[in-house]
């Protein structure tokens, strides 16, 4: 096997698990973690098919999420807000002042 | 050897002597940064580890490595030790497709002085340097601190506001070059400091200038670390090496920041009058000249304030990168 095709079946592979990793999480913290590393995984793959382009936007726009509609990044805001995924002691100190942030943010 | 092993050989020289330069480059950089900053506050700063201190980057390490590595009690145990390498990699990484120089003959050989040519180059740097940020954020969340979360919060909203401004920013020099590639938007800008774009394309300098420093979390833009509220930010609860990477991440994006702009806007490689030959010694002259700009910030500037921060990045910066990008593409179609 040449190099390429050895990076991509890793590549593959861990964008399989990562993905399977998502739905079967109880924690949503993880489930988002995982989540980036499909789409991080996935642009590698597009990356070793030969194109870049496709590649570098996979990351930027779910990456990234600039728009704050999608995009994992808000994702893990909104759940430590939402679900509490941090521990018990924090919990209601940052949920106020995100509220504030997500004001500040609009 | 064959034709393929020898380009992978290259590569490989190339890699390991980019992260070396960078490692050193860091190392100098926390020095030169504490004695610029402490002759701009009339101090002495470091000077006792050897010639002028610069030795001090040195004992710093050494100290680094041998003091005890605490994971707070309640922490996530295996993402409080990934998030330091998340971050340092994604820093890392985004150096690899900036240029710094054109090609220099080695041993009868032309080699390109940039580790990967790609067709995208700009948006790669922008993917990578914006995928940083999940570094801090999990720092952040990891440690299980009020004050690193709130650090992590903070950068990633910094992040939201400044990206879409710093990319924006990038749009006019593309247009203009007509391409993606770094090399691609250097070469257009040949001819002397006159055809160099922080002059044609000001208004994108400004707001990279900005956005830049408030990517590179550096003052006045370093709310996610606010000493005065934060105690320390996302890298409170980090100690040993660990810190020590966390620090490295941020120098090293620093150091992105300015060669990224010295390539971008000030003509990369290029000389800045004809009569002058074209080397990567002035890059390394302007790249300088961007870390020192960091530090002659960071000495002058006092932090913002929450809102200030995010009204200046929605309702300044973001509406100027848009007009110029508009100004930018008008004008190449009506003067081709």
């Known amino acids: 096997m040449t190099l390429d095709a050895i990076l991509f079946y890793v590549f593959g592979s861990v964008a399989l698990l990562s993905a399977l990793v998502v739905v079967a999480q109880r924690n949503p913290m993880y489930s988002a973690f995982a989540l980036i590393v499909t789409l991080a995984s996935l642009s590698a793959v597009f990356g070793l098919l030969g194109s870049p382009f496709i590649a570098v936007l996979q990351v930027i726009v779910y990456g990234v999420g600039a728009v704050k509609l999608g995009g994992p990044r808000v994702l893990m805001n909104w759940m430590i807000r939402v679900l509490g995924a941090i521990s018990h002691r924090t919990e209601t100190f940052v949920a106020a002042t995100f509220e504030r942030f997500v004001t500040d943010v609009r | 050897v064959s034709a393929t092993q020898e380009a992978l050989l290259i590569a490989v020289i190339k890699v390991v002597v980019l992260f070396h330069l960078l490692l050193g480059l860091f190392s100098v950089m926390t020095w030169v940064e504490r004695r610029v900053l402490a002759f701009m506050q009339f101090r002495l700063g470091p000077n006792r580890t050897g010639p002028l201190g610069i030795l001090q980057p040195v004992a710093d390490g050494i100290k680094l490595f041998f003091k005890e590595e605490v994971i707070p009690d309640g922490a996530h145990k295996w993402l409080f030790v990934a998030a330091p390498g998340l971050a340092v990699v994604t820093a890392f990484l985004a150096m690899a497709v900036v240029p710094w120089g054109g090609t220099v003959t080695l041993f009868g050989r032309e080699v390109s002085l940039q580790l990967a040519e790609l067709d995208v180059g700009v948006l790669f740097v922008f993917a990578v340097s914006?995928?940083?940020?999940?570094?801090?954020?999990?720092?952040?969340?990891?440690?299980?601190?009020?004050?690193?979360?709130?650090?992590?919060?903070?950068?990633?909203?910094?992040?939201?506001?400044?990206?879409?401004?710093?990319?924006?920013?990038?749009?006019?020099?593309?247009?203009?070059?007509?391409?993606?590639?770094?090399?691609?938007?250097?070469?257009?800008?040949?001819?002397?400091?006159?055809?160099?774009?922080?002059?044609?394309?000001?208004?994108?300098?400004?707001?990279?200038?900005?956005?830049?420093?408030?990517?590179?979390?550096?003052?006045?833009?370093?709310?996610?670390?606010?000493?005065?509220?934060?105690?320390?930010?996302?890298?409170?609860?980090?100690?040993?090496?660990?810190?020590?990477?966390?620090?490295?991440?941020?120098?090293?994006?620093?150091?992105?920041?300015?060669?990224?702009?010295?390539?971008?806007?000030?003509?990369?490689?290029?000389?800045?009058?004809?009569?002058?030959?074209?080397?990567?010694?002035?890059?390394?002259?302007?790249?300088?000249?961007?870390?020192?700009?960091?530090?002659?910030?960071?000495?002058?500037?006092?932090?913002?304030?929450?809102?200030?921060?995010?009204?200046?990045?929605?309702?300044?910066?973001?509406?100027?990168a848009m007009l110029n990008v508009m100004l930018t593409a008008a004008a190449v179609v009506l003067f081709p």
């Open chain 2, 130 to 320: 914006s995928l940083s940020v999940y570094g801090i954020v999990l720092a952040g969340w990891a440690s299980n601190n009020k004050f690193t979360l709130m650090g992590g919060l903070r950068s990633a909203a910094q992040m939201f506001s400044y990206e879409l401004a710093l990319g924006l920013s990038w749009v006019g020099l593309i247009l203009l070059a007509g391409s993606f590639r770094i090399t691609d938007i250097v070469a257009y800008q040949a001819g002397g400091i006159w055809n160099w774009n922080f002059i044609w394309q000001a208004p994108a300098f400004v707001v990279y200038l900005v956005a830049g420093t408030a990517e590179a979390n550096r003052t006045p833009f370093d709310l996610p670390e606010a000493e005065t509220e934060l105690v320390a930010g996302f890298h409170t609860e980090y100690s040993s090496m660990r810190f020590a990477l966390m620090q490295m991440a941020e120098y090293v994006h620093m150091i992105t920041i300015a060669a990224l702009g010295a390539n971008l806007f000030f003509g990369g490689w290029l000389s800045p009058v004809p009569f002058l030959p074209d080397s990567p010694a002035w890059f390394v002259l302007k790249l300088f000249g961007g870390l020192f700009f960091f530090i002659w910030l960071r000495g002058t500037l006092p932090r913002f304030r929450y809102d200030q921060l995010m009204d200046f990045g929605w309702k300044v910066l973001l509406p100027v």
